[in-house]
Every structure is written in structure tokens, then in C-alpha cells.
């Protein structure tokens, strides 16, 4: 929502400033399409030319992503502690009955309480391998963060390359308004016969590449690609609650402090209340 905003107030001040100074959109409506091809299709070109397969199969959803805001809400960091702290009770009650949840979560009893968690395989692998290791004697707390630690900057370092894409091809795209104002000097060398009000409109024409490639660089793109970077990073967030409420039950402290462990490294604005949190432990305890 903010960032349509966002747009709509970019449009709103850049052109209507230009207007109420006296410019006239003619001259920028009629070189439009042209320009808007030269250095929308160069970059397109260039972004596909500089990039994997892998990242342009994400780099619509990664845009569609940065529009909708993260994809966890405190609601769903509540909801995973909530997950931890059955399956730590489990895993300390009856290592053999939680193995058939860790096993084939799909059909877990206890995954299943929690559907929008279940449709995240990261997450859903993030718990269940840890477990897994752990229940064949792979406990040791230190290994064991480190061993998340790493997992978790891989998912990082794969999530990030369409923000950084986006941000290569925002610093790419003023030099490629220069290309495309040069095209439109030598258009204009070419008609230096012609009168001088006819020479000005083809100047202006030119310089409206120029404007084209800064204003979509640092009015749009790049905004864009921080907006994702930020998106990305809270919902890595997600999978820190789940690394250290994983590390603190190898460390064999108490469950509910496990969760609480978890609670603390979700960030201030998705962290769920620990009164909330509480009570919904409690109402687990008595359906159980």
C-alpha cells in the first residue's frame, strides 16, 4: 500500500512541480515511447543478459513481494514459537512419537495446526533436519549454530540476488538515458538545417532520455530494490526465532524459556507480547 504511494506521490511531485514552473508534458508525452523503448528495452536486455536464469524466474514475484511488505506477521512468529514448543515437548517426552511428525510433516498432527507455516519449506526443513540430527546424536549446541547459522546465510545470499540485480540495473540506467539523449543529439545534427523552434522541440526531445533514465534510477528502481532488501531481511528474521529456540533446547533449558529465547530475537515490530505468547502456551497445555 505504502509503496503505491509512494509512486502515486513521485509521479505527483515531479510533474506537477514541472508544470506548475511552465514546462509543457508535450514535449515529454510526444519523445516518450521512443525514449522509454531505447532505455526500458536496453535494460531489460542488459538485466536478462547479466543474470541467471533463477533470478528472472524471481524477479516478478521478488517485485510483487516488495509491494505486499513481508511475508511473516507477529501473528506467524506467535504461531511458530507456539510450533517449537510442542515439538521440544515432544522430542523430550517421546523421541519416538516425534520422529513420525519430523518424518512426514505433511501429515503431522502438530504441522498442521499451523498451515501457513507447513507451505514454507524452509522452514518446515530448517526444524525437522535439526531435529533429525539431534534425535542421532548431533546435539552439540555450538555445531549445531553454527550448522544453522550458515544455512540461514546461504538462504540469505540466495534471496538477495534479485535486490541486487534491481540495484545493478538502477545504477545502469541514467548511463543508459545518456545513450539514448546522444541518439537524440545526432537525430537533431542530422535536421540542423531546419528553423530553431523546430531545433529546440528536437533538443528537448533528446534531453527527456537523460531525465527518463535518473528519474526511473533513483525514483523508482532503486527504492525498489531497498524495499525488497528490507522485506528480505525481516522475513529472515523468521528463521532466526527458529534457529535459537532450537540452540537453547540443546542447551537443555527449560521449554518455556526455549520460547522465550525465540521471542527475544524476533525484531520489536513482529515480536508477539510475552503475555500473548504465554497465554497461548497455556491453552496448548490444556488441550494437550
Given at each position: 500500500?505504502?509503496?503505491?504511494?509512494?509512486?502515486?506521490?513521485?509521479?505527483?511531485?515531479?510533474?506537477?512541480?514541472?508544470?506548475?514552473?511552465?514546462?509543457?508534458?508535450?514535449?515529454?508525452?510526444?519523445?516518450?515511447?521512443?525514449?522509454?523503448?531505447?532505455?526500458?528495452?536496453?535494460?531489460?536486455?542488459?538485466?536478462?543478459?547479466?543474470?541467471?536464469?533463477?533470478?528472472?524466474?524471481?524477479?516478478?514475484?521478488?517485485?510483487?513481494r516488495a509491494f505486499k511488505g513481508a511475508r511473516w506477521t507477529q501473528a506467524d512468529h506467535q504461531d511458530?514459537?507456539?510450533?517449537?514448543?510442542?515439538?521440544?515437548?515432544?522430542?523430550?517426552?517421546?523421541?519416538?512419537?516425534?520422529?513420525?511428525?519430523?518424518?512426514?510433516?505433511?501429515?503431522?498432527?502438530?504441522?498442521?495446526?499451523?498451515?501457513?507455516?507447513?507451505?514454507?519449506?524452509?522452514?518446515?526443513?530448517?526444524?525437522?533436519?535439526?531435529?533429525?540430527?539431534?534425535?542421532?546424536?548431533?546435539?552439540?549446541?555450538?555445531?549445531?549454530?553454527?550448522?544453522?547459522?550458515?544455512?540461514?546465510?546461504?538462504?540469505?545470499?540466495?534471496?538477495?540476488?534479485?535486490?541486487?540485480?534491481?540495484?545493478?540495473?538502477?545504477?545502469?540506467?541514467?548511463?543508459?538515458?545518456?545513450?539514448?539523449?546522444?541518439?537524440?543529439?545526432?537525430?537533431?545534427?542530422?535536421?540542423?538545417?531546419?528553423?530553431?523552434?523546430?531545433?529546440?522541440?528536437?533538443?528537448?526531445?533528446?534531453?527527456?532520455?537523460?531525465?527518463?533514465?535518473?528519474?526511473?534510477?533513483?525514483?523508482?528502481?532503486?527504492?525498489?530494490?531497498?524495499?525488497?532488501?528490507?522485506?528480505?531481511?525481516?522475513?529472515?528474521?523468521?528463521?532466526?526465532?527458529?534457529?535459537s529456540v532450537l540452540v537453547a533446547g540443546l542447551h537443555q533449558h527449560a521449554t518455556n524459556l526455549c520460547?522465550?529465547?525465540?521471542?527475544?530475537?524476533?525484531?520489536?515490530?513482529?515480536?508477539?507480547?510475552?503475555?500473548?505468547?504465554?497465554?497461548?502456551?497455556?491453552?496448548?497445555?490444556?488441550?494437550?
Amino acid at each position: 500500500m505504502f509503496g503505491l504511494i509512494g509512486m502515486a506521490l513521485t509521479f505527483a511531485m515531479v510533474f506537477g512541480g514541472f508544470i506548475l514552473a511552465g514546462g509543457h508534458l508535450e514535449v515529454i508525452l510526444h519523445s516518450l515511447p521512443h525514449e522509454m523503448m531505447i532505455i526500458g528495452g536496453a535494460a531489460v536486455g542488459a538485466f536478462a543478459l547479466s543474470n541467471e536464469t533463477s533470478v528472472l524466474k524471481h524477479t516478478w514475484p521478488g517485485i510483487m513481494r516488495a509491494f505486499k511488505g513481508a511475508r511473516w506477521t507477529q501473528a506467524d512468529h506467535q504461531d511458530v514459537l507456539c510450533l517449537m514448543y510442542q515439538l521440544l515437548r515432544l522430542a523430550r517426552s517421546s523421541p519416538v512419537e516425534l520422529e513420525e511428525h519430523i518424518e512426514r510433516p505433511e501429515d503431522s498432527t502438530i504441522f498442521r495446526e499451523y498451515p501457513r507455516i507447513l507451505k514454507d519449506h524452509e522452514a518446515v526443513t530448517l526444524i525437522t533436519d535439526t531435529l533429525r540430527s539431534a534425535s542421532l546424536n548431533y546435539d552439540d549446541p555450538y555445531q549445531v549454530e553454527e550448522m544453522l547459522s550458515r544455512r540461514i546465510a546461504l538462504m540469505r545470499t540466495e534471496g538477495m540476488h534479485v535486490p541486487h540485480a534491481l540495484q545493478s540495473t538502477a545504477d545502469a540506467l541514467p548511463a543508459l538515458g545518456i545513450v539514448a539523449a546522444v541518439l537524440g543529439v545526432i537525430k537533431t545534427m542530422g535536421s540542423i538545417d531546419q528553423p530553431p523552434e523546430i531545433l529546440g522541440k528536437m533538443i528537448g526531445g533528446a534531453l527527456v532520455g537523460t531525465f527518463l533514465g535518473v528519474f526511473l534510477a533513483y525514483g523508482f528502481v532503486a527504492p525498489l530494490a531497498q524495499r525488497l532488501t528490507g522485506v528480505r531481511r525481516q522475513d529472515e528474521s523468521f528463521y532466526e526465532v527458529i534457529k535459537s529456540v532450537l540452540v537453547a533446547g540443546l542447551h537443555q533449558h527449560a521449554t518455556n524459556l526455549c520460547v522465550e529465547v525465540g521471542r527475544q530475537a524476533a525484531p520489536d515490530n513482529l515480536r508477539p507480547s510475552f503475555v500473548s505468547v504465554e497465554t497461548a502456551l497455556r491453552e496448548i497445555k490444556r488441550a494437550s
